[in-house]
Nanobody
Framework: QVSLVESGGDLVQAGGSLRLSCVASIRSFSDYAVGWFRQAPGKEREFVARIMWDGTDTDHAASVKGRFTISRDNAKNSVYLQMNSLEPEDTGVYYC???????????????WGQGTQVTVSS
């Protein structure tokens, strides 16, 4: 049974930091690209960051570039999102997703977690 479990979401003041974790129970996890997406109330799910199967390439949305960093540890079947200098606009539910394609598009990802809430107060 495949599952992705996110953790690390919290309520934080603007300018603060959080580190999100995503632990996957996927056979051959190192064969999958992983993406982080977020969804704010009343808005569509949007791309935040992605990382290739072996971690050799990463990509971040313009809105988070320089503040967020995606990384992975395949030995632990885990992917992380380090979030610094948080802004109220970063508020939302953050999801990790795994799939065969290194993509920014949610529909290209095969497996999804349940999400973790991040709330940034001003």
């Amino acid at each position: 049974q495949v599952s992705l479990v996110e953790s690390g979401g919290d309520l934080v003041q603007a300018g603060g930091s959080l580190r999100l974790s995503c632990v996957a129970s996927i056979r051959s996890f190192s064969d999958y690209a992983v993406g982080w997406f977020r969804q704010a109330p009343g808005k569509e799910r949007e791309f935040v960051a992605r990382i290739m199967w072996d971690g050799t390439d990463t990509d971040h949305a313009a809105s988070v570039k320089g503040r967020f960093t995606i990384s992975r540890d395949n030995a632990k079947n885990s992917v992380y999102l380090q979030m610094n200098s948080l802004e109220p606009e970063d508020t939302g539910v953050y999801y990790c997703a795994a799939g065969p394609m290194y993509s920014k598009t949610p529909r290209d990802y095969q497996y999804w977690g349940q999400g973790t809430q991040v709330t940034v107060s001003s």
